[in-house]
Structure formats: structure tokens, C-alpha cells
């Protein structure tokens, strides 16, 4: 068990709604990534946040939005969604340091868009 | 631009050995990651390279080569339970944070 914690675990939405996701990072880490994984596929990077401000962002458009708290857990928030939002999101906690500590991931939010 | 090249399935037989490989193309590397996945669970941290060589770690070994942009995992002595699929993933710092690109993953099926 790596102390990061997603919720919820699965979730349905229907088509064109909003959802939030929730993730509580491993004590001491300070940076929270988010990644969507699609069926068959490797997790892709959405965006990091550090001391509450978004970090950097991958090739996701702005209806994916997040946020990171003072105790250093973190939201994500999708709009209008569409069928292909339908995937399993990792939330991810490190260090803000830039050496061998390895990404601890949480186990998932399993979202289905019908 | 990045990219993560890695071999979509592989079969071994229980107390074999396997190599999976992974080549990368990246501007901004800062080490390379494998991590094992089980189906509808999160990624799993097995090992990490940042200098050429070979990293071991029980029955599972990695091995980097910048120059080559390789790497491969190598796991001994396969059980029923390394069934997994297994995630290379590059840590690029070229846009000024650190974010893992990952390939697409290597099924690994493991029989009797």
C-alpha cells in the first residue's frame, strides 16, 4: 500500500455532466500528478500540481481542470464529458526533488461516460 | 517530441526467465522507471535507472543505456503471479518539471 488514496473507486457518468475526483497524497510529498489511463494503454500525464498551483500540464484540453489544498491533496475536475473521458485516473504523489524517488500512485478512480 | 516504444505481449512459462525491452526517445531524460500493473489496479514501483548499467533487485534486474536509449527488465525465476502488465516510463524534465512518460505497456502471461 503506497498511502495515496483515491476516491471514489469507480464512478458512471452520463454524457455532457461533471464529475470531481479526490486524492489524498502520501504523507511528506508536496506534488500530485494526475494521469488518464484508457483500456490497453499507459497512463497519460494531465497535470502537476506544487504548493497549489498547477505545474505543468500535458495534452489535455482546459475542460480538465484541477486543484491541490494546503494539507496537499488534490481534486480533478472534468466538464462536459464526453464518451472517451471513459478511462481509469491515477493520482500520483512525490517529493518536489529530482532524483531516484519513485511516483507513488493510488489505486484509481474507475470512471465509465455513457 | 517523446516516445516509448515496448513490445505489446509476451508469454513465458512458470520458473523461466523473460526480458522485456523498452526504447525511448526523449530530449529532457531524467531516469528511467518500470512499474507493474495487475489488471484494474494502480501501477506498482519495481525499479529505477538513471546511469548506464544494470540495477538488480531480488529476481527482477533493469538495465539502462543512454547512449542507445534502452533499457530492459529482466525477471528470474517467473511465478503465476508476475502475470501483469508491465509500464516503462521515462521521467522527463525538459519542460521544466518532472512528469513520467509512459509506453503503452508489456503483457506478460505467465503458464504453467
Known amino acids: 500500500e503506497t498511502g495515496v488514496t483515491q476516491s471514489p473507486t469507480h464512478l458512471i457518468k452520463t454524457r455532457g455532466q461533471q464529475v470531481t475526483l479526490r486524492c489524498s497524497s502520501q504523507?511528506?510529498?508536496?506534488?500530485v500528478s494526475w494521469y488518464q489511463q484508457a483500456l490497453g494503454q499507459g497512463p497519460q500525464f494531465i497535470f502537476q500540481?506544487?504548493?497549489?498551483?498547477?505545474?505543468g500540464r500535458g495534452n489535455f484540453p482546459p475542460r480538465f481542470s484541477g486543484l491541490q489544498f494546503p494539507n496537499y491533496s488534490s481534486e480533478l475536475n472534468v466538464n462536459a464529458l464526453e464518451l472517451d473521458d471513459s478511462a481509469l485516473y491515477l493520482c500520483?504523489?512525490?517529493?518536489?526533488?529530482?532524483?531516484?524517488?519513485?511516483?507513488?500512485f493510488g489505486q484509481g478512480t474507475r470512471l465509465t461516460v455513457v | 517530441g517523446q516516445n516509448i516504444d515496448q513490445p505489446t505481449e509476451m508469454t513465458a512459462t512458470e520458473g523461466a526467465i523473460v526480458q522485456i525491452n523498452c526504447t525511448y526517445q526523449?530530449?529532457?531524460?531524467?531516469?528511467l522507471f518500470w512499474y507493474q500493473q495487475h489488471a484494474g489496479e494502480a501501477p506498482t514501483f519495481l525499479s529505477y535507472?538513471?546511469?548506464?548499467g544494470l540495477e538488480e533487485k531480488g529476481r527482477f534486474s533493469s538495465f539502462l543505456s543512454r547512449s542507445k536509449g534502452y533499457s530492459y527488465l529482466l525477471l528470474k525465476e517467473l511465478q503465476m503471479k508476475d502475470s501483469a502488465s508491465y509500464l516503462c516510463?521515462?521521467?522527463?524534465?525538459?519542460?521544466?518539471?518532472?512528469?513520467?512518460?509512459f509506453g503503452t505497456g508489456t503483457r506478460l502471461l505467465v503458464s504453467p
Open positions: 535507472n538513471v546511469l548506464d
Open positions: 504523507s511528506g510529498h508536496n506534488t
Open positions: 526523449t530530449s529532457g531524460f531524467n531516469g
Open positions: 500520483a504523489s512525490s517529493p518536489h526533488r529530482q532524483d531516484g524517488t519513485e511516483a507513488f
Open positions: 516510463a521515462v521521467r522527463d524534465l525538459n519542460t521544466g518539471f518532472q512528469k513520467l512518460v
Open positions: 500540481y506544487y504548493r497549489e498551483e498547477e505545474n
